[in-house]
């Protein structure tokens, strides 16, 4: 299968993340940023909307999102919970990853970490809004995880790996990560789950 990714992204990272600690085999193509590669007609016509990660399959199909990369890549594995209550727990906080934490911390993070400055600027008067709703989101998190080793039933899932492709590196969109030590815990503890890789390692 061919990942269509970019190295800085979290949400690429996620679906290289779990490929690397199933075994799964990914050749991976390189979207540098900002060069404008996923907005030409030869990408838009394997994902209309442009973006990546794109997970392409040994007959062609296509699958986009990043968390729906990861439950196909990891369908049957022990990263989901067999329980079918913790399995929608899965899903809740993935969802909850996409809607209420990823559209703050990871777009902070880029803004104030890769960005040109001058297109930064442009966006200054956001960052406030950015870091509070970011930190709202940790803040989710921080409760749960005061209670919890895990997102999703008692044991580590693609739950945590989604919520952990930008959490780990928010300190880059400047947020305190101190300040929110059960998150901090959890943090340490994916870190050492076997076959983990860090987001700058190649593959």
Same mark, same amino acid.
């Given at each position: *299968?061919?990942? #269509? ?10 679906? $290289?993340?779990? +490929? ?10 390189? %979207? ?18 442009? $973006? ?18 990861? %439950? !196909?890549?990891? /369908?049957?594995? /022990?990263?989901?919970?067999?329980? /079918? ?7 809740? &906080? ?6 209420? #934490?990823?559209?703050?911390? +990871?777009?902070?993070? %880029? ?13 200054? #008067? ?10 709202? +989101?940790?803040?989710? *998190? ?5 209670? $919890? ?6 044991? !580590? ?6 919520? %952990?492709?930008?959490? /780990? ?15 901090? $815990? &959890? ?17």
């Amino acid at each position: *299968m061919i990942l #269509h990714q970019m190295q800085m992204s979290g949400n690429c990272y996620k679906a $290289r993340l779990a +490929a690397r600690q199933l075994g799964i085999a990914l050749t991976l193509k390189e %979207y540098p940023l900002m060069t404008g590669e996923t907005r030409k007609p030869s990408f838009l016509k394997l994902n209309p909307n442009g $973006r990546v990660p794109l997970l392409e399959l040994d007959d062609g199909r296509c699958l986009p999102e990043s968390d729906a990369i990861l %439950y !196909y890549l990891t /369908h049957g594995t /022990h990263l989901q919970p067999e329980d /079918h209550w913790a399995k929608s727990q899965m899903l809740a &906080w993935m969802f909850f990853e996409q809607y209420s #934490h990823e559209p703050y911390i +990871a777009v902070a993070r %880029y803004w104030l970490a890769y960005a040109p400055k001058d297109e930064l600027e442009k966006k200054k #008067h956001l960052v406030p809004e950015w870091h509070e709703k970011g930190n709202a +989101a940790l803040g989710v *998190m921080e409760a749960h995880l005061r209670t $919890r080793d895990w997102f999703a039933g008692s044991a !580590y899932s693609i739950a945590d790996i989604a919520l %952990y492709g930008y959490t /780990h590196a928010a300190a880059e969109g400047g947020f305190d990560l101190p300040a929110f030590p059960a998150v901090s $815990r &959890w943090l340490s503890r994916v870190a050492g789950q076997p076959g983990h890789i860090p987001l700058s390692a190649s593959w």
